[in-house]
């Protein structure tokens, strides 16, 4: 097993995308939180590409499903831009949203930014993931609907109006001030049958503030992999793919299900190195043994 720490298996120096353009595909502002890291980090330059409509690909207010795994709706987004922008250089981001992986109970966003690099021909994938502002309410009365914008972060992150209930195809989207949510509430209220207005958190990325700060950590993560290159062919992107479990316990001394190392791998050459986590001995209280 190989003890090189993770910091180590970077290069020193310029980055390899040093001076490069990237094209980056998206209608809903997510340069603002990418461009910058990128800019810092790899030092790179992105280039918004418009001309195509993303929401065709699928919308978060469900009016267009999204078709295959938020990977491949990010992978699409991003060859659409490079196609438009006729470059071998492609950038793209993805969202999704499910109940959090530790109890269930919250609301979970996960953020993929994918890069795509048609000269070495490689694709590196940046993830993060964390507590969602996504909230919904179905209320007949206006006090109660202010109470819920409030309690949403309402106007810093927007919101949608729906008539009647969650899936109902008559919608009013983006609103960021009160006298536009009050009238788009009296709107759904006086279509429904039931007089009721369906309130939601708009979770489309220049709508909500939380979900550009996990966009920004996923393309952190991103920067972080592509300026980790392959210590066999110097390719970006030499990552942690796999992880080793049986870290010995501080206790009875029996492997546990906790991390003993990582293993990298080259996602161009397939090179791996299997690197030990610095930690020695694992808490006897996450041990199934003494802590069945």
Known sequence: MDNLEPDKLSASGKSIYSGSSIALLTQHGKEKVIAPVLASTVECQ????????????????????????????????????????????????????????????????????????????????????????????LTANWAEAKKFAYKSG????????????????????????????HEAFQWASTEADNSCAFLETDVRAHMNPTRMEIIAEATQDLARKLNTLCPD??????????????????????????????????????YEVTTARPEKKAQAGRCDFCNP
């Not at 309402?154 to 949510?181: A, C, N, Y």
């Open 233 to 270: 062919c110097n390719t970006p992107g030499f990552q942690i793919t796999n992880r080793v479990l049986g870290l010995p316990c501080e206790g009875c001394g029996i492997p546990t299900r906790e991390t003993l190392a990582d293993v990298y791998r080259c996602v161009r050459c397939s």
């Open 46 to 137: 992105v280039r918004l590409v418009t001309g195509f409509d993303t929401d065709q690909l699928g919308t978060f207010t469900r009016d267009i499903p999204r078709l295959g795994t938020q990977l491949e709706a990010a992978r699409k987004k991003a060859r659409m831009g490079m196609a438009l922008a006729k470059s071998s250089l492609g950038l793209a981001s993805e969202g999704s949203f499910g109940p959090d992986p530790y109890t269930g109970m919250f609301i979970w966003n996960v953020e993929m930014v994918v890069w795509i690099d048609d000269t070495l021909g490689i694709e590196v994938v940046g993830i993060a993931s964390g507590k969602a502002s996504l909230f919904h309410q």
């Open 154 to 181: 309402f106007p810093m992150h927007g919101l949608v109006v729906r008539s009647q209930h969650q899936d109902d195809p008559r919608i009013r989207k983006g609103i960021t001030d009160w006298e536009t949510l």
